[in-house]
């Protein structure tokens, strides 16, 4: 049958198993967007606010659900505007599919109104990008964006499309893919490999396993969980890993790292065998390179072979998916116990005591609250700083992609967006976006969007005056001397969520936290908590850059 170009986009999207994507129109994609009206049946659209936070919430769809998430702009300043969401999906690894539009195809390289090339500024920050100039190309352009943004280590893919090759007729016939073909390119690893490391793991007496966010992509947290316990292992993870291990078992030492607990960062040094899973040895991890597991033998288990010895020297690397792995390794192990190791790990746990056990209303209990109120059963999305390190610290989390959240680029500003996204994937369950007062105020225009769509996100806000993280810095490196990190906002919040018409909570002390989390489970609408926080609050533990990362700062 013959189709225009946009009538192309839509079968090609609704063919890959898409039913949402989120964006915002202009006159480069307004084909696409008369073609997205007339199968509004089929695809529902969400209009966000900014493109910003349309490529959070593509963004957060994709890391609650595991699909491809989506997200469509117009060309110029509307494709430039997705660059922070698509690089943020690309650090952390998130299959997304970005469509811009841009001018027709005689006007390209001519600096025509609102154009731009995209594909080169997104090549750094995507897997792969596409610049389609002819019509016949166009969907077999989709269907490789898709399989490449979902197979092997997921990512962001662009497919940039010209306003005359969205109205462009071609023959067009469905077709179905083969995802596992793209998994396939992946080295051959033999028996007698994963034999080797079967003995190193069945041999060392103090073995440790680092678990990434390669887990929860390859859907893995089972067979995790299972490995761990047969071979009673101790097990830690990075922050994009949480989740990906219970964090209620009795092996779970917590998260690693620059905040991670004593009992992971003291085990990384005094393991005889650390198993890598499906990590990538970021600097927030390893702090010092030089003192990390040093007295460890390493093995590396990852999809993506550029990740191999490249952030530190391993012993054992094994390039494969991570079911692979614990799929065929399982026949050269059995249960063994490591009782001394395990004994004194747990002993770690018990070293540090913060102060937020308190009468007071502490960042501790904003998380102990939510998952007290939600039975552990919800999302927790974060924007980044000291609230994302705490909602990472003191939430307890079972399952994996509960925690979404910006961990490789940072980005102030994600969280709003991704709870949308996240909240639009799972409409049946409870979504907490944990914010700073400072990142609340990069993006809390798609307050508009929780409105408008009557979105139940909760937005709570530890509200300290200040950008909280930096200030900690300032405290700790820069001799108190704050410079620029002082808020001072005169932005009175309960005017600001009646303008939005969304609710709003008051709370300075636990009593009224309490209150406002249950009442937001209860009346399941758009809300923000504006909870109040002592200035000088801390994340804790915490080791100064490029310390070993078993000198371990406690107050």
């Known amino acids: 049958m013959k189709l225009n170009g946009s009538q ?10 898409v039913d949402t994507i989120f964006g915002y129109p202009g006159g480069a994609v307004l084909n696409i967007y008369d073609e997205l009206y007339k199968n509004s049946d089929r695809i529902r659209h969400i209009l966000t606010s900014h ?34 969401g698509i690089a943020t999906a690309y650090m952390d690894s998130v299959p997304m599919v970005a469509i811009t539009g841009n001018v027709t195809n005689p006007l390209l390289g001519k600096d025509s109104f609102q154009e731009v090339d995209i594909a080169g500024i997104t090549m750094p920050i995507t897997k792969h990008n596409y610049i389609v100039k002819n019509v016949e190309d166009l969907a077999q352009t989709i269907r490789e964006a898709f399989q490449i943004a979902r197979t092997g280590r997921p990512g962001p893919v662009l497919i940039d499309i010209p306003k005359d090759v969205t109205a462009a007729i071609c023959e067009f016939e469905n077709k179905v893919i083969n995802f596992e073909e793209a998994v396939r390119q992946l080295p051959i690893i033999f028996d007698y490999q994963l034999e080797d490391v079967a003995k190193l793991i069945m041999n060392s007496k103090k073995p440790f396993i680092y678990a990434g966010g390669g887990v929860i992509r390859a859907d893995a947290s089972k067979e995790l969980n299972e490995f761990a316990n047969l071979l009673d292992i101790p097990t830690c993870t990075s922050l994009m890993g949480i989740g990906g291990f219970d964090q209620t078992d009795s092996l779970s030492t917590g998260l690693i790292g620059m905040h991670g607990t004593v009992a992971s960062n003291k085990a990384i040094v005094e393991c005889d065998l650390l198993i890598t899973l499906g990590a990538r040895f970021s600097d927030r991890v390893l702090s010092n390179p030089k003192h990390f597991a040093e007295n460890a033998k390493i093995i590396h288990v990852d999809i993506d072979l550029a990740e191999i010895n490249k952030n530190i020297k391993t012993d054992y690397a094994l390039v494969m998916h991570l079911k692979e792995f614990f799929t065929r390794i399982k026949k050269y192990l059995s249960a063994k116990k490591n009782t001394e190791w395990v004994k004194k790990v747990q002993s770690w746990k018990k070293e540090f005591s913060d102060n937020q056990v308190s009468d007071s209303l502490k960042p501790r209990y904003f998380m102990e609250a939510i998952y007290e109120a939600t039975k552990g059963d919800c999302f927790i999305c974060t924007e980044v700083g000291q609230h994302q390190l705490w909602a990472a610290q003191y939430f307890t989390y079972t399952k994996p992609k509960r925690l979404i959240t910006s961990g490789g680029l940072g980005t ?28 609340f105020r990069m993006n809390f225009n798609e307050l ?3 409105s408008k769509y009557d979105i139940p996100v909760c937005v709570v806000i530890a509200n300290n005056g200040v950008l909280g993280m930096v200030r900690q810095w300032q405290t700790a490196f820069y001799q108190k001397r704050y410079s620029q990190t002082i808020l001072d906002n005169k932005l009175n919040y309960e005017f600001l969520a009646k303008a939005v018409g969304v609710d709003y909570y008051y709370a300075e002390t636990k009593e009224q936290y309490k209150a406002a989390v249950e009442a937001v489970i209860k009346n399941r609408k758009p809300a923000i908590i504006n909870a109040i926080v002592e200035t000088n609050e801390k994340v804790l533990p915490m080791v100064a850059p490029g310390k070993p990362i078993d000198e371990i700062m406690l107050k």
Do not use: W
């Open 448 to 450: 508009l969007t929780m």
């Open 51 to 84: 493109e910003q936070g349309a490529s959070h919430a593509a963004d957060g769809y994709a890391r609650s659900t595991g699909k491809v998430g989506v997200v469509i702009a117009t060309s110029g300043p509307g494709a430039t505007n997705l660059v922070t």
């Open 8 to 17: 192309i986009i839509v079968e090609c999207l609704v063919e890959q198993g």
């Open 412 to 439: 102030m500003g994600y969280g709003l967006g991704a709870s949308i996204g996240t909240q639009v994937a799972n409409p049946n369950s409870y979504v907490f976006n944990i914010a700073g007062d400072g990142s």
